[in-house]
């Protein structure tokens, strides 16, 4: 499998778990299964963005190791408009452990619906019209 078709696998994968955390993010969440639904999706997604960063970063020979590392790099090349608020989702992952309390879950939550969601859509977008171009 070449580079560029491991980013593009990767980027179908990333579609289908946006699709999910977009549905999920269309209502506001009633119950804890619906809150524990969208920080599961977001997660999913998230985690999907930064693997397709690195792999279409290595599709442009930059190799690079950490999550972090991806960030930045995805940033310096114009992937992504603002590396603060990956970064950021990168380092509050771990509040998504703690969703069974109740006001980390809602603080998690608005932080998904406020800041991440539109941070994963942005990527998502901008990852699809360039596959588009290729």
């Not at 020979?61 to 408009?81: M, R």
Request: negative net charge.
């Amino acid at each position: 499998m070449s580079r560029d078709d491991r980013w593009q696998q990767r980027l179908q994968n990333l579609n289908r778990a946006y699709d999910c955390l977009a549905r999920a993010c269309a209502t506001a969440p009633e119950d804890e299964r619906q809150r524990a639904g969208i920080l599961h999706f977001f997660q999913m997604a998230f985690e999907l963005c930064w693997k397709t960063l690195k792999d279409k970063l290595a599709d442009e020979g930059i190799d690079v190791a950490s999550p972090k590392e991806t960030i930045k790099q995805a940033f310096a090349v114009g992937l992504i408009q603002d590396a603060e608020p990956w970064l950021d989702a990168l380092l509050t992952r771990n509040i998504f452990t703690h969703a069974y309390n109740e006001e980390m879950a809602q603080q998690a939550l608005k932080r998904v619906m406020d800041d991440y969601f539109p941070m994963v859509r942005a990527c998502v977008q901008h990852l699809n019209s360039l596959a588009h171009e290729e």
